[in-house]
């Protein structure tokens, strides 16, 4: 069992910098893809960046490529997100997930197994 807890969020204005971090317990991160999510108010969850568990490569969704950086560290088991260029499309309640596989990288959120309880990020026009 995993569990996942987000921090970093809040309100922030357009341009602006926010670094939301996702600390697990319960078993190491090093053997698991992590992802970011994000659900827009109205909307449905959707994919934000993923992080492979083995070689460490990342890929993002259109919307937040260049803007948006997923790293983890896995001595400290978290996983971060750097955002900059915050625009108010970005607001969102934003979520970590850990998925189990073979795959490097996962999109979907059916293939993540666990997932924290999200951390709100607004950004005022």
């Known amino acids: 069992q995993v569990q996942l807890v987000e921090s970093g969020g809040g309100l922030v204005q357009t341009g602006g910098s926010l670094r939301l971090s996702c600390a697990a317990s319960?078993?190491?991160?090093?053997?698991?893809?992590m992802g970011w999510f994000r659900r827009p108010p109205g909307k449905e969850r959707e994919f934000v960046a993923t992080?492979?568990?083995?070689?460490?490569?990342?890929d993002y969704a259109d919307s937040v490529k260049g803007r948006f950086t997923i790293s983890r560290d896995n001595a400290k088991n978290t996983v971060y997100l750097q955002m900059i260029s915050l625009k108010p499309e970005d607001t969102a309640v934003y979520y970590c997930?850990?998925?189990?596989?073979?795959?490097?990288?996962?999109?979907?959120?059916?293939?993540?197994?666990?997932w924290g309880q999200g951390t709100q990020v607004t950004v005022s026009s």
């Open positions: 997930g850990a998925a189990v596989g073979y795959g490097e990288f996962y999109y979907r959120t059916d293939d993540y197994r666990y």
């Open positions: 992080v492979s568990w083995s070689t460490g490569r990342t």
């Open positions: 319960g078993r190491t991160l090093s053997n698991y893809a």
